[in-house]
């Protein structure tokens, strides 16, 4: 594959802020849903899933929320294509353990406390930033 753009509507992003801020100081976790096409990812809806993890500083998806995640991709012609979390009191760049957790072929969104946000993906065995482009629709 080669470089991809996000392409993520205004209120999607706004959405996952909110997520973010509502769950702080834990981590927000949740599901992207939409498709991948050869050039660019489109992101046309999120699936808020419930953080298992005990940690502060750790996510954990509750596995039925991955179930209805794809159900409801899957009921609107879309797919599960990635996984969005936050880092209240860190930058939006991957940890150790979101690398060493990372499944290929997922888009990886990261916001951090102060709002600002990036897009990864998994090449080979490491993270690669996706430059992400922001719609109205």
């Given at each position: 594959m080669g470089p991809l753009k996000v392409e993520i509507p205004e209120r999607i992003i706004e959405e996952i802020l909110r997520h973010a801020m509502e769950e702080m100081p834990r981590e927000a976790c949740g599901l992207l849903i939409g498709r991948i096409e050869s050039s660019k990812v489109l992101v046309r809806g999120i699936h808020r899933a419930r953080n298992l993890s005990e940690s502060h500083s750790l996510y954990e998806v509750d596995p039925r929320d991955t179930y209805r995640a794809i159900e409801e991709?899957?009921?609107?012609?879309?797919?599960?294509?990635?996984?969005?979390?936050?880092?209240?009191?860190?930058?939006?760049?991957?940890?150790?353990?979101?690398?060493?957790r990372a499944i290929p072929g997922l888009i990886y969104l990261i916001v951090s406390g102060d709002g600002s946000f990036k897009a990864f993906r998994l090449v080979g065995d490491r993270f690669e930033e996706l430059e992400i482009s922001r719609c109205i629709s």
């Amino acid at each position: 594959m080669g470089p991809l753009k996000v392409e993520i509507p205004e209120r999607i992003i706004e959405e996952i802020l909110r997520h973010a801020m509502e769950e702080m100081p834990r981590e927000a976790c949740g599901l992207l849903i939409g498709r991948i096409e050869s050039s660019k990812v489109l992101v046309r809806g999120i699936h808020r899933a419930r953080n298992l993890s005990e940690s502060h500083s750790l996510y954990e998806v509750d596995p039925r929320d991955t179930y209805r995640a794809i159900e409801e991709a899957e009921s609107s012609g879309l797919e599960l294509i990635g996984v969005y979390h936050s880092h209240p009191l860190g930058a939006p760049v991957p940890s150790k353990i979101d690398e060493e957790r990372a499944i290929p072929g997922l888009i990886y969104l990261i916001v951090s406390g102060d709002g600002s946000f990036k897009a990864f993906r998994l090449v080979g065995d490491r993270f690669e930033e996706l430059e992400i482009s922001r719609c109205i629709s």
